[in-house]
């Protein structure tokens, strides 16, 4: 959009040792209305489908193992394929084997909003343990350390929580 019209203006002007100089300046036109219009909807566009990419390390998820509320639990961290090809990142927060209620644990899936990534469950983290569930939280294609260059605003996602719910039945 980057196509402005440029005027060139050239004046005569006389110095004080009674030469004369040519001066050229540039002057930017002003971008059409229409122009403007179109130019504010491609960026709420991609404000919306491509917004910034939320950029952390694995070490920001926490330790590997730890203890909480007199138990211990890991954290594996996993990679899964979606159906495009793509790949996306997973953590899995759950009780030692010697601290599991019962073999089979209830799930937790925390889906990120826009713009976000599983980072962002770490709020939800302790309730979810405290509970004595396993916490799984991922990065949408598209998000956080996932493959993909933008978010579908559900489209697509919904094939990534497929993929996840895959695992468990």
Known sequence: MGNKAQSK???ISSNSDGSDSIESS???????????AKQGYQELINAIIRPPR????????????????G??????????????????????WEPLPAFRQNPILPCIIYM?????????????LSLALSLG???????????GLSDGD????????????????????
């Open 26 to 36: 540039t002057e930017q036109q002003q971008p059409s209305y229409w122009q403007m």
């Open 9 to 11: 203006e050239r004046s």
């Open 54 to 69: 939320c950029i952390y390390e694995s070490k920001h998820l926490g330790p590997k193992v730890f203890e909480f509320c």
């Open 133 to 143: 569930v396993v916490f799984l939280a991922f990065d949408f294609a598209g998000s």
């Open 71 to 92: 138990k211990s639990f890991q954290r594996i961290d996993f990679e899964l394929t979606n159906p495009r090809g793509l790949k996306f990142v997973c953590s899995m």
């Open 112 to 124: 990120h909003g826009n713009s976000s990534a599983r980072l962002e469950s770490l709020a939800q």
């Open 150 to 169: 933008y978010v579908s605003l559900g489209w697509f996602e919904k094939d990534d929580l497929q993929v996840i719910n895959h695992m468990y039945y």
